[in-house]
């Protein structure tokens, strides 16, 4: 979609949405089985990638969000996934969660942050 149709000015075109797949689950174990699967397929590797869990109205997800993976790693990365049931994510929360990669690359090459519902990032 050309950034007219989103409802922004000609000449303030956004940066194209990141490579991401997400699921959802009804319980929060799976999303933690499932995240964590995720985060060591991709700390094996070099990529650039992240992972995120969180609570979206109420429900369980996990997001691998980047630049595109290679074939092989995307692989390993929907199989770490196959037990949620997969959901488009909002744009503006792909580009909350790429800005947040983003300064978090400037600290360091991996880094962790947990936070609590309600909680901003």
């Given amino acids: 979609m050309s950034p007219e149709k989103r409802g922004t000015e000609p000449g303030h075109e956004q940066e194209p949405l990141p490579y991401y797949h997400a699921v959802r689950f009804q319980k929060e174990g799976a999303a933690r089985q499932a995240y964590f699967a995720a985060q060591d397929t991709i700390y094996k590797v070099e990529c650039d990638l992240s992972t ?70």
């Fill in 52 to 121: 995120y869990r969180f609570l979206l109205r109420g429900i369980w997800h996990v997001a691998v969000i980047g630049e595109p993976p290679p074939e092989q790693l995307e692989q390993q990365l929907r199989h770490a996934l196959r037990h949620g049931d997969p959901v488009p994510l909002a744009e503006d929360l792909l580009r909350d969660f790429t800005t947040r990669a983003q300064e978090a690359r400037k600290l360091a090459p991996w880094v962790e942050r947990h936070y609590r519902p309600g909680e901003r990032f």
